[in-house]
């Protein structure tokens, strides 16, 4: 029996979600809402060693390593970025370096992410996705 897959089954139930809404208009309401929902995050770590580079809106983002997973902590001033967040989030935070580092971020062609963002922000979301594999890397590197 293979393994399970936590990066792959969070991504698979990502785009079931989204498959629920018949537009973009919903869709973006509902990443808005993801993005209102994200846990508080402390002011004292919004500052430049946190901020993720690439990104028009500002975004901190503060990874972090517990036992054999990674967790992740991150916030943004824009709400459909927060949303982005969110969903990031909710695909890795959790989850294993080696599997996060495997499996690739198909949820975005999936959900035609890229054709439906402005290119500021897809740029912003690749910046995000990159942090959290770079991330993944390191720790394996010093495992």
């Known amino acids: 029996m293979p393994l399970r897959n936590e990066v ?5 139930e990502l785009v ?5 809404f018949d537009n ?3 869709r ?3 990443l808005i809402d993801l993005g209102r929902r994200l846990p508080p995050f402390p002011d004292a770590l919004k500052t430049d060693d ?3 580079r690439g990104c028009q809106a500002q975004v901190w983002f503060v990874p972090r390593k517990a036992g054999d997973r990674l967790e992740f902590r991150a916030i943004s001033d824009a709400a459909i970025v927060s949303g982005l967040i969110a969903v990031l989030l909710r695909i890795y ?6 599997e996060i580092l495997d499996t690739p971020p198909d949820f975005v062609q999936a959900l035609k992410l890229e054709s439906h963002l ?3 922000r897809s740029t912003g979301l690749n910046s995000m996705l990159t942090a959290i594999r770079r991330f993944a890397g390191e720790a ?4």
């Open 16 to 20: 079931e979600e989204f498959a629920l």
């Open 50 to 52: 946190y901020r993720i």
């Open 24 to 26: 973009w208009v919903d």
């Open 8 to 12: 792959r089954e969070a991504q698979d």
């Open 28 to 30: 973006y309401q509902y």
């Open 118 to 120: 402005s290119p500021t």
């Open 140 to 143: 394996l590197e010093t495992a």
């Open 93 to 98: 935070s959790g989850k294993r370096p080696q």
